[in-house]
């Protein structure tokens, strides 16, 4: 087996996205235990609503992460004159775990609007208006939870084929949900709070690099837009019901696309 990144990824890719799903699981095993423990500090509520609320927006900004990483990742490999990983294809796999980073940033969302209603206002009607008009910085979190529930409902592969291209732009709406989810923390945030600066950089800079993706000349909305990449004719596969199967024609040169 190789030890190659790339070529793990490709080989054992069930492996791969099983470690990557359990990595992220862990802090909700860790909330969970330390709430079964009754060992969730002085201020429990503060520390469900406050862990379940970043890990929503980490795993949202890993998710938006992977096509940029895939990029950089092929770049890299050139710059090292590694045999392996040089085209985008070679790391397709970090696409097809996508869904399952977007889907975990809709867990942990989930996991913090019930936190809200159950223990900080009890699904008392009356109490969340208060907290409507009092709190306008629930608004925001409302709008990123609202983005993000068309985006888990059409996860699936029957939704994928049934909206087509307009999946795609469906999904456009992550970027949305990122936005809202950090004014959200940047507004409840006390002034001269920095703590939601580090994630509305990384943010903003996942937004700016697909804008001037867009932007550049030879732009491809395939490629560039995150599909997968198909391989070289000896190298495709039959696609598992995890791919997005996209037609296009053959690739460049290694050389020449690793560089785009
Ligand atoms: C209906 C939807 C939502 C409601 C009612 C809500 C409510 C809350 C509340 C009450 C807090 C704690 C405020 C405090 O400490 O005083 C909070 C914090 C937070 N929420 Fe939400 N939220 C919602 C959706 C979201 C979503 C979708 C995200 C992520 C995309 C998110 C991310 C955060 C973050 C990052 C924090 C701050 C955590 C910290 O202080 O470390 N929220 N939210």
Same mark, same amino acid.
């Given at each position: 087996?190789?030890?190659?990144?790339?070529?793990?990824?490709?080989?054992?890719?069930?492996?791969?996205?099983? $470690?990557?799903?359990? %990595?992220?699981?862990?802090?909700?095993?860790?909330?969970?235990?330390?709430?079964?423990?009754?060992? %969730?500090?002085?201020?429990?509520?503060?520390?469900?609503?406050?862990?379940?609320?970043?890990? /929503?927006?980490?795993?949202?900004?890993?998710?938006?992460?992977? *096509?940029?990483?895939?990029?950089?990742?092929?770049?890299?490999?050139?710059?090292?004159?590694?045999?392996?990983?040089?085209?985008?294809?070679?790391?397709? /796999?970090?696409?097809?775990?996508?869904?399952? $980073?977007?889907?975990?940033?809709?867990?942990?969302?989930?996991?913090?609007?019930?936190?809200?209603?159950?223990?900080?206002?009890?699904?008392?009607?009356?109490?969340?208006?208060?907290?409507?008009?009092?709190?306008?910085?629930?608004?925001?979190?409302?709008?990123?939870?609202?983005?993000?529930?068309?985006?888990?409902?059409?996860?699936?592969?029957?939704?994928?084929?049934?909206?087509?291209?307009?999946?795609?732009?469906?999904?456009?709406? *992550?970027?949305? /949900?990122?936005?809202?989810?950090? %004014?959200?923390? $940047?507004?409840?945030?006390?002034?001269?709070?920095?703590?939601?600066?580090?994630?509305?950089?990384?943010?903003?800079?996942?937004?700016?690099?697909?804008?001037?993706?867009? %932007?550049?000349?030879?732009?491809?909305?395939?490629?560039?837009?995150?599909?997968?990449?198909?391989?070289?004719?000896?190298?495709?596969?039959?696609?598992?019901?995890?791919?997005?199967?996209?037609?296009?024609?053959?690739?460049?040169?290694?050389?020449?696309?690793?560089?785009?």
């Amino acid at each position: 087996m190789s030890l190659h990144p790339a070529l793990l990824l490709k080989e054992r890719y069930r492996l791969c996205w099983w $470690v990557v799903f359990a %990595l992220l699981c862990v802090p909700a095993a860790t909330l969970g235990w330390a709430a079964w423990q009754e060992a %969730l500090g002085p201020n429990p509520l503060e520390r469900l609503e406050r862990d379940t609320g970043r890990w /929503a927006l980490i795993c949202l900004a890993l998710a938006l992460a992977i *096509t940029p990483a895939r990029r950089a990742l092929s770049f890299l490999m050139v710059v090292l004159r590694s045999p392996d990983g040089k085209r985008l294809s070679d790391w397709n /796999a970090l696409v097809r775990m996508r869904r399952m $980073v977007g889907l975990v940033a809709f867990a942990y969302g989930a996991a913090h609007v019930l936190v809200y209603l159950e223990l900080d206002v009890g699904w008392d009607g009356a109490a969340l208006a208060d907290a409507f008009r009092e709190k306008p910085y629930i608004l925001a979190g409302l709008a990123a939870f609202a983005a993000l529930l068309p985006l888990a409902a059409t996860s699936t592969d029957f939704a994928m084929r049934k909206l087509g291209r307009y999946w795609k732009r469906l999904h456009r709406l *992550t970027y949305f /949900a990122a936005c809202a989810g950090c %004014l959200h923390f $940047v507004w409840l945030s006390k002034p001269g709070v920095l703590e939601p600066y580090p994630y509305v950089a990384l943010i903003l800079l996942l937004l700016a690099y697909r804008v001037i993706l867009r %932007l550049r000349p030879g732009f491809h909305p395939g490629r560039d837009g995150g599909d997968e990449v198909p391989e070289r004719p000896s190298q495709v596969k039959r696609p598992e019901s995890e791919e997005l199967v996209t037609v296009r024609p053959p690739e460049p040169s290694p050389e020449k696309e690793s560089i785009a």
